[in-house]
């Protein structure tokens, strides 16, 4: 089904080995307990309610740890929380779109929702579609093509099946990811989607696929709350939501049309001025990070190196380590603090204190994993220079690095001449082919001979204009830049010469290291047995202990 705003990203993350599992795990007893009440009425675009719908909650950062709900015949749910946090809520319906939106859970209430969801659109011109299973493993190779009949509907033929057959269908109408099909006995609700099961039969099963029966209307989504205070993460979500439609539909159509993709922009501008409006009306410093954050992940197409710098500054001094918005960027977080400076000591501190105190099991796991991974490339890089240059390692290291920055700079440069040599041909047979069609179309007149005047000569004036002055500017900038760059480069050059010392003395100096982060790693797996959690557990072992490769026979 078609997933919006930040449900996207964790819509992979859902898709479960056996897919009509529906059991849910229990929340962590760490967190402090509190009793919210959600409940509500899911409606389709028609106004009908929706017998076949289910509701989806989890916290950022942990699909594993959800509840879910199933509405009735009257489309009514309901459902209780007893752990505090922040939330991700979905509303799923079959053959309709699904909407979403991230919302803060704190003190006791009951929060009420009136969903009308959105219907699939198919297009003009049909996909091909193919049937995906438990026989492929509910991937896209190995999936079984369906025929295109005339009345726009697609076919095929199953052998005598002894089990219900479980199936979906991917393509047929534009939509991401896989969906439900039209012909089945009954559906089973996959967290995120929907499987259609088809009862077993001892005689072939003809399997039909009409994407044109599913029910359409232009009417758009809606949802309506009761508290006022959820009200502002819901008109946030959905109206970035909406841009980032907007967005991706013009990217495709830049892709298709064949230009480049470096000269795409996207323009942030309104979003952002109504984000910044809404931070300096609302005074609820939760709502506040939320839109920071917002703020930061917006303009990531179109924004320079030292703004999105600045910005990570910001965000590490306002918003706090402990806070659950972190939760939101688990996947841009050691960008995050790249781009503020890993090596700051503010930095250093602020991951010290999320390792410690941040109540998601999987920020310290992130960071547990980044570090574990920086310490290898660390291990790998000084063994190398070691083993390359066992005396005087570390003069001749980097000789031999700026002997092969040289080489580099000097084919750059000879690679931008060439470039602007070819430019430059380009330009001027334009101009030849300018002046000769000009001549064509206006012939010149012959002017009348005019007395010849000496200029005479005198002393040149000091250019006062503005250019002179930026070129002025520019020069003194890039002298001070250059400075630093020399004073990091002699500090780089103390603090490897220190640590290759170190290493020669003890090869496993950062190894030991690595197995003490991969120590705590192994405490948080066994606190919160998720799976996210585990697979970055195994990823950080095969980091430090990897696999030898096998023999060829």
């Known amino acids: 089904m078609k997933c919006i705003g930040f449900v996207t990203v964790f819509?992979?993350?859902?898709?479960?080995?056996?897919?009509?599992?529906?059991?849910?795990?229990?929340?962590?007893?760490?967190?402090?307990?509190?009793?919210?009440?959600?409940?509500?009425?899911?409606?389709?675009?028609?106004?009908?309610?929706?017998?076949?719908?289910?509701?989806?909650?989890?916290?950022?950062?942990?699909?594993?740890?959800?509840?879910?709900?199933?509405?009735?015949?009257?489309?009514?749910?309901?459902?209780?929380?007893?752990?505090?946090?922040?939330?991700?809520?979905?509303?799923?319906?079959?053959?309709?779109?699904?909407?979403?939106?991230?919302?803060?859970?704190?003190?006791?209430?009951?929060?009420?929702?009136?969903?009308?969801?959105?219907?699939?659109?198919?297009?003009?011109?049909?996909?091909?579609?193919?049937?995906?299973?438990?026989?492929?493993?509910?991937?896209?190779?190995?999936?079984?093509?369906?025929?295109?009949?005339?009345?726009?509907?697609?076919?095929?033929?199953?052998?005598p099946q002894k089990k219900p057959f479980v199936y979906q269908v991917i393509g047929g109408i534009h939509i991401f990811g896989s969906h439900a099909g039209t012909q089945a006995s009954h559906y089973i609700a996959n967290k995120g989607s929907y499987l259609a099961v088809l009862p077993p039969s001892k005689k072939p099963i003809t399997l039909v696929y009409n994407p044109r029966s599913f029910p359409q209307s232009n009417k758009k989504y809606k949802i309506d709350v009761t508290p006022e205070s959820i009200e502002v993460w819901r008109d946030l979500a959905l109206r970035i939501d909406k841009k980032e439609r907007e967005v991706w539909k013009a990217y495709w159509k830049h892709r298709k049309a064949g230009k480049p993709l470096d000269s795409f922009e996207a323009n942030w501008d309104r979003e952002l001025a109504y984000l910044y409006l809404q931070q300096a009306h609302n005074r609820d410093p939760f709502v506040r990070q939320y839109i920071q954050l917002l703020s930061y992940t917006l303009p990531h197409l179109n924004v320079s190196y030292r703004t999105r710098r600045k910005w990570a500054h910001t965000l590490?001094?306002?918003?706090?380590?402990?806070?659950?918005?972190?939760?939101?960027?688990?996947?841009?977080?050691?960008?995050?603090?790249?781009?503020?400076?890993?090596?700051?000591?503010?930095?250093?501190?602020?991951?010290?204190?999320?390792?410690?105190?941040?109540?998601n099991p999987r920020i310290r796991m992130t960071l547990l994993s980044e570090a574990i991974f920086h310490l290898m490339d660390q291990h790998a890089l000084y063994t190398q220079a070691i083993q390359q240059f066992p005396k005087d390692t570390a003069r001749r290291y980097f000789a031999y690095q700026e002997k092969k920055q040289k080489l580099r700079k000097e084919a750059q440069q000879k690679a931008i001449l060439k470039r602007r040599a070819t430019l430059q041909k380009k330009r001027l047979l334009q101009v030849k082919k300018l002046k000769q069609r000009k001549k064509q179309a206006y012939p010149k007149k012959k002017p009348a001979s005019q007395p010849v005047v000496v200029a005479k000569p005198g002393k040149k004036k000091r250019s006062t204009s503005r250019k002179a002055t930026k070129r002025h500017v520019a020069k003194k900038a890039m002298g001070t830049h250059e400075k630093r760059k020399t004073q990091k480069r002699k500090k780089w050059k103390i603090r490897f010469a220190r640590t290759v010392e170190k290493v020669k003395k003890d090869p496993k100096y950062f190894l030991r290291k690595a197995l003490k982060y991969l120590e705590q790693m192994k405490q948080v797996a066994k606190e919160y047995p998720y799976r996210l959690i585990k697979m970055e557990l195994q990823q950080s072992r095969l980091m430090i202990y990897p696999k030898s490769p096998t023999r060829k026979r």
Do not use: C
């Open 11 to 159: 819509l992979s993350l859902l898709h479960m080995s056996s897919p009509y599992a529906n059991s849910s795990t229990k929340p962590s007893k760490k967190v402090q307990p509190v009793e919210v009440v959600i409940k509500g009425s899911i409606v389709g675009a028609d106004g009908k309610p929706l017998p076949i719908a289910h509701v989806l909650l989890w916290r950022e950062g942990l699909p594993d740890e959800h509840y879910r709900a199933f509405t009735n015949r009257q489309g009514a749910f309901r459902m209780k929380v007893k752990v505090r946090g922040l939330y991700q809520i979905n509303f799923y319906g079959l053959f309709h779109q699904s909407v979403g939106f991230p919302f803060l859970l704190i003190s006791k209430q009951t929060v009420s929702f009136r969903v009308r969801l959105a219907t699939l659109k198919p297009m003009k011109k049909l996909r091909p579609a193919y049937v995906i299973g438990a026989f492929n493993q509910w991937k896209s190779t190995g999936a079984k093509k369906m025929k295109l009949r005339k009345d726009g509907s697609f076919a095929l033929t199953l052998p």
């Open 316 to 359: 590490l001094k306002d918003i706090p380590p402990t806070s659950p918005f972190w939760s939101l960027q688990v996947f841009n977080l050691t960008g995050l603090l790249d781009e503020a400076g890993s090596q700051r000591k503010e930095t250093k501190k602020f991951k010290q204190t999320m390792l410690e105190q941040h109540p």
